[in-house]
T-cell receptor
C-alpha cells in the first residue's frame, strides 16, 4: 500500500529565504507524485507533478521538486520565499496503473504549514 | 468560470438531521471524488465515481451515500448526522489517465452541533 510522510508539520522561514518542504513516500512501484497548496478556506491547488522523465519538475509560483527514487523522496523547494507563499502544502502519491478499488486514488501526506516572516 | 463548484460552502446542522452537499464540474472530466478533511487537516478519500459508476468506496459509514446523476455531478447525502461528521468535505475531479491531477472544489465546511 502506498503512503506519504511529510517531515515537519510546521515550517517557518524569513521572506527571501530558501523554502524546503520534505516528502517521503512508500510505494511498491515508482509512483506519480504531486504537490498541492491550500490557502485558508480554499480548496487544494496543484503546484506541480512528477510522472515520468526529468526528475526535476518546475511548478507554479517558482516552486520546484526533485524526484529521488533512491531516497523515495519528492521534496519541494523555492529559492526565495514570499509572504504570499504562506499556506499549507500537501504531498500526494498515486500508484501508476492502479486499477480496481484503487483506481486513480491519491493518498495525501498530513500537510506542512508554511509560515513566512517579514 | 468555476471548474469544480460545491454547494453549500458552509453547513451548520444538528445531530440526527439529514443533509446533502452538491458538486458540479465543468471540465468534462470522467472521474469525480469526495474527500474528507478532518480538524487536523488530514485528507482522506471517501468515494470515487467514473462515468457515473462507483469505483472507490472506502470504509465510510453507510449513512454517507454518494449519487452521480451524470458524469458532471456528484452529490453526497448524509443521514443521521453525528458530531464526528464535522469536517470540510472536498469534491474533486480528474481527467482519464493515471498521471492526471485532481482538481478540487473550495470545500463545504460541515458543522454538526
Amino acid at each position: 500500500a502506498q503512503s506519504v510522510t511529510q517531515l515537519g508539520s510546521h515550517v517557518s522561514v524569513s521572506e527571501g529565504a530558501l523554502v524546503l518542504l520534505r516528502c517521503n513516500y512508500s510505494s511498491s512501484v515508482p509512483p506519480y507524485l504531486f504537490w498541492y497548496v491550500q490557502y485558508p478556506n480554499q480548496g487544494l491547488q496543484l503546484l506541480l507533478k512528477y510522472t515520468t522523465g526529468a526528475t526535476l519538475v518546475k511548478g507554479i509560483n517558482g516552486f520546484e521538486a526533485e524526484f529521488k527514487k533512491s531516497e523515495t523522496s519528492f521534496h519541494l523547494t523555492k529559492p526565495s520565499a514570499h509572504m504570499s507563499d504562506a499556506a499549507e502544502y500537501f504531498c500526494a502519491v498515486r500508484e501508476p496503473n492502479a486499477g480496481g478499488t484503487s483506481y486513480g486514488k491519491l493518498t495525501f501526506g498530513q500537510g506542512t504549514i508554511l509560515t513566512v516572516h517579514p | 468560470d468555476t471548474a469544480v463548484s460545491q454547494t453549500p460552502k458552509y453547513l451548520v446542522t444538528q445531530m440526527g438531521n439529514d443533509k446533502s452537499i452538491k458538486c458540479e464540474q465543468n471540465l468534462g472530466h470522467d472521474t469525480m471524488y469526495w474527500y474528507k478533511q478532518d480538524s487536523k487537516k488530514f485528507l482522506k478519500i471517501m468515494f470515487s465515481y467514473n462515468n457515473k459508476e462507483l469505483i472507490i468506496n472506502e470504509t465510510v459509514p453507510n449513512r454517507f451515500s454518494p449519487k452521480s446523476p451524470d458524469k458532471a455531478h456528484l452529490n453526497l447525502h448524509i443521514n443521521s448526522l453525528e458530531l464526528g461528521d464535522s469536517a470540510v468535505y472536498f469534491c474533486a475531479s480528474r481527467d482519464s489517465g493515471y498521471s492526471s491531477p485532481l482538481h478540487f472544489g473550495n470545500g463545504t465546511r460541515l458543522t454538526v452541533t
